[in-house]
């Protein structure tokens, strides 16, 4: 099992940065997992945002995130963040931060095993 504490953010205006943090623990070797960001909006589906390996030596990004946001972790801490630039009012959801058993990450919801509560980030226009 891996538990995962999502922190940081909140409310920003558009244009504005943000950064939240996800601290994970439960399991010996946190490198040993893929870790992902996905958001979910009010009537929207939940949608990947980043991910990187377990290594951190390659990321992915959503087309939503590409040149604004970055997926960066640390595995001396056991932790990875989500920095995000040059925000929007479309960025406005809840973020949430979740975990593969593998080294190797994806792009759907569906590939990860564990999940946080979640974090509402807003952005005002």
């Known amino acids: 099992q891996v538990q995962l504490v999502e922190s940081g953010g909140g409310l920003v205006q558009a244009g504005g940065s943000l950064r939240i943090s996800c601290a994970a623990s439960?399991?010996?070797?946190?490198?040993?997992?893929?870790m992902a960001w996905f958001r979910q909006s009010p009537g929207k589906e939940r949608e990947f945002v980043a991910a990187?390996?377990?290594?951190?030596?390659?990321?992915s990004y959503a087309d939503l995130a590409k040149g604004r946001f970055t997926i960066p972790r640390d595995n001396t801490k056991n932790t990875v963040d989500l920095q995000m630039n040059s925000l929007k009012p479309d960025d406005a959801a809840v973020y949430y931060c979740?975990?593969?058993?593998?080294?190797?990450?994806?792009?759907?919801?569906?590939?990860?095993?564990?999940w946080g509560q979640g974090r509402q980030e807003a952005v005002s226009s």
């Open positions: 979740e975990a593969r058993g593998e080294q190797i990450e994806g792009t759907t919801a569906t590939r990860y095993d564990w």
């Open positions: 439960g399991r010996p070797s946190f490198s040993t997992n893929a």
């Open positions: 990187i390996t377990g290594n951190g030596y390659s990321t």
